[in-house]
């Protein structure tokens, strides 16, 4: 089955500078987008998985953007464009801290079940 994602981009961009005018009137539709948003190059990364290459000289120089993008007062392109790599990196590109917890069950559920609240 051919990836899908690519057509869905320009889609997205254009809903992003819409919501981002109607986020003048409405405040709180501004602060909506980011996390779809977030979500959005989530998937992007599970789906070209395999060309990605994770790499802590990468992460590193995405970091040194991230400071410099919010320097100069640019934190919502810093948290779409740099933050994702750096926590995929972290997450997926780094050793675990010890082989035997992924044998004693996947806990992430439960420990947002109980400190969501």
């Not at 005018?21 to 992007?44: A, H, S, T």
């Not at 060309?51 to 991230?66: E, V």
């Amino acid at each position: 089955m051919p990836k899908r994602f690519p057509w869905s981009i320009p889609l997205v961009c254009i809903g992003t500078v819409g919501v981002w005018f109607v986020g003048g009137i409405i405040p709180i539709v501004r602060e909506v987008i980011r996390p779809v948003l977030l979500f959005y190059i989530g998937m992007g990364y599970w789906i070209y998985r395999e060309h990605i290459k994770l790499n802590m000289k990468y992460m590193l120089l995405a970091s040194i953007a991230l400071v410099l993008l919010f320097f100069f007062k640019l934190g919502f392109v810093a948290t779409l464009l740099c933050f994702p790599y750096i926590m995929m990196t972290l997450w997926f590109g780094c050793d675990q801290c010890n082989s035997k917890i992924g044998k004693l069950g996947n806990y992430s559920y439960g420990i947002y079940l109980w400190g969501y609240p």
